[in-house]
């Protein structure tokens, strides 16, 4: 089967703890602290490979985590890095929160690699830890934990134009026709299991890729029929052929599947129905003289008012194909050639800590320490080199009462707030 969607859990790795040792040597009097640093945890990377086309990988493996850092040790010697956890896929796929089901990356385009899930730091031996009044720390910084998500990846192709229709109008045989594509061909509803891609070449070494988008039927959108399971092919698509059997050999009304089609594209996504369209009158072949004429005529008297052109074709004998073909085109060239991207939506530094402790602790005249699991995993997930980054730290200090509780031990301009590795100076 197709796999175009996929519900995984990912972990970054764990950083590695710092390490607690005195320098004990024969001849080196008051050798003091020489704990070394934990290594970083391993990231959680995707990466587009070329080589796939679906997301089967995925399937049967739900779980990814990727290694943690080695603890520090003794003679200051730091921990290894743990190597990055890289999960390979098909350009296209879109990487989603599966809580709130907000776009984490859009691996299609100029994005080929992404880290999504940074590795935890190190954490500082006790080497860090000596100062003039406490020359034996008998303490070590824990290494950060690593992060995770529950994520949900979605494979949307990228073409330019979208074929649709229900089943049986000739999608595939069009597609085999006009492209180099060869998806198989059959006359029984749902022979085609997973979006086809082809590329039309024109005369002019012009053209543009299409993709075969497997049959809809009424009540798609809510889950009904195969159909459902493809809808998300089509929101990167600019223009929408909707290929109907105009004979109605099965006995369909080919206005009425327009209809319906373009019913299930608003109720998946209102934006979709009013992408630029075309119709494309198929199976003309088998019609004569006056019948062809009615059956095109109650089309264009249809569409053609709302500025929608419909095209007689026939995908097996060829005839009004080329018309079809250089009339997309025509219609591609006056829309925007910006590639459609999902743009970020979730940014981890907005997850919710409010459940977990910190404290706040005055060290010294001039210094303020505050820690606990709650700051720990706020510093971990925000990206403080980042302007949206520092602004959620500034706004966390805020919310938190963190800054109250410095306030209320009489923290003064200048004063410096530790945290965990963090320095920072208080400024009101």
Known sequence: MFADSAKIYIRSGKGGDGHVSFRREIFVPAGGPDGGDGGRGGDLIFEVDEGLNTLSDFRFTKK???????????KRCHGKDAEDLILKVPEGTVIKDTETGKVIADMSHG?????????????????HYATPTMQVPKYAQPGQQGRELDVTLELKVIADVGLVGFPNVGKSTLLS???NAKPKIANYHFTTLNPNLGVVDLDDNDGFVIADIPGLIEGASEGVGLGHEFLKHIERTKVIIHLVDAAATEGRDPVEDIKIINGELTAYNEELAHRPQVIAANKLDVLYGEEEEEAVSR???AFEPQGIK???????SGKGIKELLYSVKELLDTLDDTPIVFEKEFFPENMDFSNEPYTVEKENEHTFVVEGPRIERMLGYTNLDSEKGFEFFQRFLKESGI???????DIQEGDTVRMYGLHFDYYK
Do not use: M, Y
């Open 64 to 74: 990814f985590i990727a290694k943690d850092g080695e603890n520090g040790s003794k």
């Open 111 to 127: 994005n080929r690699r992404e880290i999504i899930l940074k590795g935890g730091r190190g954490g500082k031996g006790n080497q």
């Open 177 to 179: 026709r006009v492209t």
């Open 299 to 301: 089309l264009k008297e």
């Open 310 to 316: 419909v095209f007689p074709i026939s995908a097996v």
């Open 403 to 409: 800054l109250a509780e410095l306030e209320a031990l």
